[in-house]
């Protein structure tokens, strides 16, 4: 299945919180993040695996990733002398 496709699986709160998944975030910071409950973010978890057919966070780390929801130029590194 191409990236295009799996992107377009998902709803905007899915890919809002894939995206999250991705940064390392737990359910419960996502919950509190989000005013939702840690319940209702574990579903929605679910049902992203389940729509990706993976079966980890990490795997929604990177499939993230390669969709690009998310930025790490926060990692840049600085230039050691």
């Known amino acids: 299945m191409t990236l295009t496709k799996l992107e377009n699986k998902l709803s905007k709160r899915e890919t809002e919180i894939a995206a999250l998944v991705a940064k390392g975030l737990?359910?419960?910071?996502?919950?509190?993040?989000?005013?939702?409950?840690?319940?209702?973010?574990?579903?929605i978890v679910s049902n992203i695996k389940q729509k990706?057919?993976?079966?980890?966070?990490?795997?929604?780390?990177?499939?993230?990733y390669h969709l690009r929801l998310i930025d790490f130029s926060y990692f840049q590194l600085e230039k050691v002398d």
């Open 26 to 43: 737990t359910n419960k910071e996502i919950a509190f993040n989000l005013s939702i409950s840690q319940r209702r973010v574990g579903e």
């Open 52 to 64: 990706w057919s993976i079966e980890s966070r990490v795997e929604i780390g990177i499939i993230s």
